[in-house]
């Protein structure tokens, strides 16, 4: 699933947008004050996506977890790089969510909380296209009736949780996708028939 951005340049920006541009992003110590929930095993949630999606540098992954953080949807999409805008940026997330899951509008308390996983290039540290996309995923999860869970930068020199400082090597940007984690596998079916379960059942009865 793909998403792309109209290019744009600053240059055609007037100054009242651009500084409206500017309004739309967060700062990691506000990110941090914010109460985001924190993730149980952010290399799990990190792997898992990672081999679900693939991503090279420019690719977005919007996945909610439920309370006990197992994936219960997941989308990514790509853009071109254009001015980095959270208005723009919750837009194309709110698109996805819209697309893989039901809102949660008419609970009162949100239950399942949405992560979103950007790979791109440059160091790990906080840039303000991670300010735009912070507030574009705080944004579109109010819309959505979802609680806003973590940011994650995957770059050249690995993961990272921002506003957390945790992080790890592997996965990085240009490495290959890891095998699914053994706890993201589906369990398998129980087969009825067949002479294999017969003896099985005989067995058993013993």
């Given at each position: 699933m793909t998403f792309g951005f109209a290019s744009s340049s600053a240059a055609s920006l007037s100054p009242s947008a651009s500084a409206a541009s500017a309004s739309r992003l967060l700062e990691p110590a506000e990110w941090a004050a914010a109460g985001i929930p924190l993730l149980r095993n952010p290399r799990e949630v990190v792997s898992g996506l990672h081999a679900r999606h693939h991503p090279r540098p420019s690719t977005a992954i919007v996945a909610v977890l439920d309370p006990d953080e197992r994936l219960r949807a997941s989308a990514s999409f790509t853009h071109r790089p254009s001015q980095a805008d959270g208005w723009m940026f919750?837009?194309?997330?709110?698109?996805?969510?819209?697309?893989?899951?039901?809102?949660?509008?008419?609970?009162?308390?949100?239950?399942?909380?949405?992560?979103?996983?950007?790979?791109?290039?440059?160091?790990?540290?906080?840039?303000?296209?991670?300010?735009?996309?912070?507030?574009?995923?705080?944004?579109?999860?109010?819309?959505?009736?979802?609680?806003?869970?973590?940011?994650?930068?995957?770059?050249?020199?690995?993961?990272?949780?921002?506003?957390?400082?945790?992080?790890?090597?592997?996965?990085?940007?240009?490495?290959?996708?890891?095998?699914?984690?053994?706890?993201?596998?589906?369990?398998?079916?129980?087969?009825?028939?067949?002479?294999?379960?017969?003896?099985?059942?005989?067995?058993?009865?013993?």
């Open positions: 919750r837009n194309a997330l709110l698109a996805q969510l819209r697309r893989v899951i039901p809102h949660d509008l008419r609970r009162r308390t949100p239950v399942r909380t949405a992560v979103l996983l950007y790979c791109r290039d440059g160091e790990g540290r906080w840039t303000e296209e991670d300010g735009a996309w912070m507030w574009g995923l705080r944004d579109a999860c109010t819309l959505h009736g979802l609680r806003c869970g973590a940011y994650i930068t995957l770059t050249q020199e690995g993961w990272h949780v921002l506003g957390e400082g945790r992080g790890g090597r592997h996965p990085h940007a240009h490495s290959a996708p890891e095998p699914f984690a053994t706890s993201e596998a589906p369990p398998l079916a129980p087969r009825t028939g067949g002479p294999v379960s017969e003896i099985l059942r005989r067995a058993a009865a013993r």
